[in-house]
């Protein structure tokens, strides 16, 4: 087994937690790695605060068997951006910018006309907007995608003759109105929802969404490694899976200039841009468990991050991915799903990020689980997932 340790604070014993269990995950991860389900494995946990467990089991890049993935090895997050993006929403509520319940039309005038004008920041927040669900929720062959149609308005954009390119407008004018039901029925899940979130934060700050994230919730929290463009330095760390990884890689390495594009300059990466370690995100656990502050530093209100991390949908089916849920548990942007799958406390607040990685916070054991396990194709395997949530959790005492 190719295994590493990380830094930690404490031990698994001053946690409260067995330790013949981290045992037992390392080799969870190996039996994957083992199946070619994954690439490697790479956790931090922490109780009460603080850091007890740290590591890494498997290799750092697709094609190279012998260099092994580091504790601080760096990943691209995936849909947990989310999570960031909607705390960023809710520092703007904590502030008195906006309300939960504001039409997104009385911020961005593309959404201030019917049937558009329904839909409120909850609403993106919660996935229940009514707009079109990402690509593959539902069997549907003909769906065509937003960014799909935001590509073809880029490219046959004429900026002399069309003006500056609006990518929401261009986005919104495409597919059935831009929407696919009304607001509040379902629960659908939406990436481009938070991508409009992330222009929400401009128009409000007059900040790139980037910007204001990077400065307001990653830097005061010490998240050195958590941000939307990757570093030289970064880039040495960074797990690889796929070649089209390795030579982005490699260009950053080279000092080459990532060619221009509408995705990279104009609009916000806030559905799942950000790249991290599992250190830092759990060090936005942490902030996000003790309500809003963490070693010191206040990002938001407790009550602000009490009410965010709060199952707010009544009723509110889930048909996504062949389910049939009844209830669908979800806060102002994190999954509070409970269930036959998981074995953490009730409460507990979490999200995913497809490719793959998890965030999960459990109040009443106060503790903060990450992780990432990186796929080795483009396969879907919950026991990188639900099964490993399972595993660090039988280690509490």
Partial sequence: MMLTKGKTEITPAEAGYNEERLDALHKHFQRLINEKKIQCGIYCLSRKGKIFAHGAVGRKTFNDENTPAQ???????????KAFTAVAIMKLVDDGLTRLDVPVGEILPQFNTPPLNQINLFHLLSHTSGLHADPGCYENKYQ?????TIDLAYKNHDPKKDGEFDWIAAALGTIGSGMRMNSGLEWSYCSFGYMILGAVIEKLTGIHAHTYIEENICKPLGMNDTRFKITPEMAKRYVCNFEDQLEKVNNVLAGKEEEFSIWGDKIPKTGGGLISTAYDMTIFGNMALYGGTFN?????????????TTALLRNTPNYTWFNNEKERLYGAGFDMRQGLMFTHSEGTFFHEGFGFCGMYIDPKEELVASWYTPFTDDGWYPEALMNVQSVIWSGLI
Avoid: L
């Avoid at 504790?71 to 951006?81: H, L, M």
């Avoid at 010191?296 to 991050?305: E, P």
């Fill in 71 to 81: 504790p601080d090895s760096v990943r691209y997050i995936a849909s947990v951006t």
């Fill in 144 to 148: 065509t995608s937003y960014y799909e």
């Fill in 296 to 308: 010191g530093t206040r990002i938001m209100g407790r009550k602000t991050m009490e009410k965010m």
